[in-house]
Structure formats: structure tokens, C-alpha cells
């Protein structure tokens, strides 16, 4: 596949926040730009987790791609998977044999969770990386509720209120919390047959503490914060096997049909296709302008792009860094002089802080050296992540429903539907039985 004209062809890998803003960022650009996603959406994936824990809707936080670019005639947005690059005839392939030939390729295809080579792990303990995961645990944690409900032995009932999750990342944190919102609060009220003190929420670290990328003091406010609400924090607490409804760990086993992966990610197997060398983790060590060291005209932003700032840290696979990536990206790429020079100016990230939400007004944050906790925390977050939403609609819609659960202490979208497949998963029999349900 080829535009048929003499201007240059940018091809962009993945429709996440680093992709998309290189897209955006080139529309009165002289090139064609064609966009590869494996979706037709694009998805604000730090509030995934809300969608998983029935505070948002789908529709919430993605956004059809080919919606975002209607009004940019230099683009082209294709449906399909990519399999491969072919850096030396400067081609891609997709997974139905289709190949687009490029001048300049950006690679921003982000990252899938890392079961560290436990890949069967993955069946059970799902992670948290696009809508139907999201969806799938939504429904796993209601049909849970349900079935305890409708079992009067206290014994038998208790591994359907247990709640694992893995990982004491940001992710993991956020969820841990979240869920303990609606197992131990935000739902007991509907339930007759077991009480909120029934629930366990447990959150497992393989480190020594949650939060890592955090001062040690914020971190132990996350912990105080997320034990409020319930949440049993099991830092030093490797996993060593994870089974149909269990997880064991060193000293015991945790039994639940709720397992959540938040542990780790890895880089996507495009990056194998690539003349380039990779960390522990599989992502693409680029050059200080983002590119390959080998192929300066084959560009890898995001998740997927391994680089240490000044202080010789690896940048965080985060939203701003990827958009700040794909910023620096468009700018190069529309300087035609830069572009093809020898020594181009290097991508420098600018560090405007981190945070992480616990639940209802409660967060952590580190806004360049200030540390903040609580509401206030919670109060930024919130600003900041509805502005960081593509769409007027979008945000609106998850303000409104955000004051909403504030002061009602309700969530919207508990509704089970007809997937039998991911029903199969949570027991044999169950998705006959409630996956019906609306």
C-alpha cells in the first residue's frame, strides 16, 4: 500500500496518547499520515479501572479514532493488526497479509501486562489493559456478589467476597481501592444475606511496599489510606502459583474467582521485528531523539520506548511522557532541516509529577518535589485526568457521574450481561445460571 504521491508517509503504530498526539500534532504538516490501530478506539486507559469497578461506562473514556481526525484530511486511519517491520525495504506487514510501506515510522504500540513466563496465569488472574478485561472483571466481582448472596453457609460463601489483586503499582493501588468501595460500602445496601465486614480486599506486593516510584512516605500513607477502606496490603508477598479461584503465596493461599494482574508489564512482540536492543522488559533502548540507533528514520514513543532522563532513571510508562514524546516527534518531523540533520536536538521529559487515586477523596501526589495526600491529592487527580479525556462529551459525562458516586455513594453501571464465554471462565456452571441477568 502506497499514497501514490512525493510526500513524505508517516506511519503511526497504535492509537494510545503518544500515537495520537503525534497524529494530531501534524495536521497542517506536507505529509500523509496513516494511523494502525488493532481497535477503533482510542482508550483513556488510567480510568479503565473505573469501568472495571462499575463507576464508568465504556463509552466514557474511548473514542473512535476515525472520530478524532474527522477534520484532518492528511490522515488515514486503518483497522488491522501489525505483525512485523521490514526496516530494510521500509515496509509494515499486517496480520492479514496486507503491507504498507512507510518513510518515516513511529512505533508507539504500548505495552501488555508481563506474567514473567507464567503465560497460563493469565487465564485466571486477567490484567487491565482494554475494555473487554475490564468489562470481564466487572462481571466476574457482580456475579461474585450475586452467588454469595444466594449461598447461606458462611464457609462456602466466603471465597466469592475475597478480592485479590496483584501488583502494588499505581494500577494495582487504584483498583484495590476502588473495589473495596464497592464490596465493603458502596453495595452492601442491596445484599441481605452477608455484611460489608465479609468482604476481603487483599492487595499483593512482591516488594517491600506499595507504590515504589513514591517517596517511602507517601507510600505509607497510600497503605494507611487504602487499610480505611478495608484493603488487606501484603507487601513482601511474591506470588508463586496462581489456579482456578487461588492464588498461593509463601505463607498461604488466598481463594477467590476475583483475581486481578496489576504486577508488571512487558513491551509488544513488534519490537522482537526491529533491529534494536531491548531491556529486561522488551522495550526498544532508542537514541536521546527517540529513534532507532541503527535506523534513524524508525521512531519508538511510550510504553514500548525505553530512555533515562538526566539522572540516568528510566522515563515511567505514563500518559504525559508518551505525549510529550509524540509532541517532540511532529515538531522534528514538520522541520524538515532537523530532521535530516546529523545531530538532532534530543528529547528532554519534563517531570510535572505523578499520582495515584485510593478511592473517594483519597490520593496520593508528587507535583515536583511538593507531596500531597488526601483530598486535596484526590481533588487534583480528578482535574486533571477529566482535562486529559478526549471530547467535551466524554468530560462532562465522568464529571457529572464523579458527583454523582461523590455524594450518593452510588455506581451506575451494574448491568451483567449475555457473555457466556468470559462466564465460562468465573465457574461452569454460572454463566448459564446469571449471565443473563440486566
Avoid at 475490564?134 to 456478589?145: D, G, P, T, V
Avoid at 540507533?293 to 522515563?315: C, Q, T, W
Avoid at 478526549?390 to 458516586?405: A, K
Wanted: aromatic content about 8%; overall charge neutral; hydrophobic content about 45%.
Amino acid at each position: 500500500m502506497s499514497t501514490g504521491n512525493n510526500k513524505r508517509h508517516i506511519v503511526i503504530i497504535g492509537g494510545g496518547f503518544g500515537g495520537i498526539k503525534t497524529a494530531k500534532m501534524l495536521a497542517k504538516a506536507d505529509v500523509d499520515i496513516t494511523l494502525i490501530d488493532k481497535t477503533n478506539h482510542h482508550l483513556f486507559q488510567p480510568l479503565l479501572y473505573q469501568v472495571a469497578t462499575a463507576a464508568l461506562s465504556p463509552g466514557d473514556i474511548a473514542v473512535p479514532i476515525r472520530a478524532i481526525f474527522t477534520k484532518q484530511k492528511n490522515i488515514k486511519v486503518v483497522l488491522g493488526e501489525v505483525t512485523s517491520v521490514d526496516h530494510n525495504d521500509k515496509f509494515i506487514k499486517l496480520k492479514d497479509d496486507r503491507t504498507i510501506n512507510y518513510d518515516t515510522l513511529v512505533v508507539a504500540c504500548g505495552a501488555r501486562y508481563n506474567y514473567f513466563g507464567n503465560a497460563a496465569w493469565e487465564k485466571h488472574a486477567p490484567g487491565l489493559k482494554t475494555i473487554s478485561n475490564a468489562l470481564n472483571i466487572r462481571e466476574r466481582i457482580l456475579l461474585s456478589l450475586e452467588k454469595a448472596d444466594q449461598i447461606d453457609n458462611p464457609e462456602e460463601r466466603q471465597k466469592y467476597l475475597n478480592f485479590v489483586v496483584i501488583g502494588g503499582g499505581p494500577t494495582g493501588v487504584e483498583m484495590a481501592g476502588a473495589i473495596a468501595e464497592i464490596a465493603k460500602r458502596n453495595m452492601m445496601r442491596d445484599y441481605n444475606n452477608f455484611d460489608h465486614d465479609d468482604a476481603h480486599v487483599y492487595l499483593v506486593e512482591a516488594g517491600p511496599r506499595v507504590l515504589s516510584g513514591y517517596d517511602a512516605d507517601l507510600s505509607a500513607k497510600a497503605v494507611g489510606m487504602l487499610e480505611e477502606l478495608g484493603v488487606e496490603v501484603l507487601e513482601n508477598s511474591p506470588v508463586k502459583l496462581i489456579e482456578h479461584d487461588k492464588v498461593f503465596l509463601e505463607n498461604g493461599v488466598l481463594e477467590s474467582p476475583n483475581i486481578v494482574w496489576a504486577a508488571g508489564v512487558v513491551a509488544n512482540p513488534i519490537i522482537a521485528t526491529l533491529d534494536v536492543e531491548t531491556d529486561r522488559a522488551g522495550r526498544a533502548i532508542v537514541a536521546d531523539d527517540l529513534s532507532l540507533p541503527n535506523h534513524r528514520d524508525i521512531f519508538v514513543i511510550g510504553d514500548a520506548a525505553y530512555m533515562e532522563d538526566s539522572n540516568g532513571k528510566p522515563l515511567p510508562a505514563l500518559a504525559p511522557v508518551a505525549m510529550q514524546q509524540g509532541k517532540y516527534l511532529a515538531k522534528l518531523i514538520k522541520d524538515t532541516k532537523a530532521y535530516y540533520s546529523v545531530n538532532r536536538r534530543p528529547f528532554q521529559y519534563l517531570d510535572k509529577g505523578s499520582m495515584a487515586t485510593i478511592g473517594r477523596a483519597r490520593a496520593v501526589a508528587d507535583i515536583r518535589g511538593l507531596k500531597l495526600s488526601g483530598f486535596m491529592a484526590w481533588a487534583m487527580w480528578s482535574v486533571i485526568h477529566i482535562l486529559f479525556l478526549i471530547g467535551f462529551r466524554n468530560r462532562l459525562h465522568v464529571f457529572v457521574e464523579w458527583m454523582w458516586h461523590y455524594f450518593t455513594y452510588k455506581r451506575g453501571v451494574r448491568l451483567i450481561t449475555d457473555r457466556p464465554g468470559d462466564m465460562a471462565e468465573l465457574n461452569d456452571d454460572e454463566g448459564e445460571k446469571f449471565g443473563r441477568a440486566v
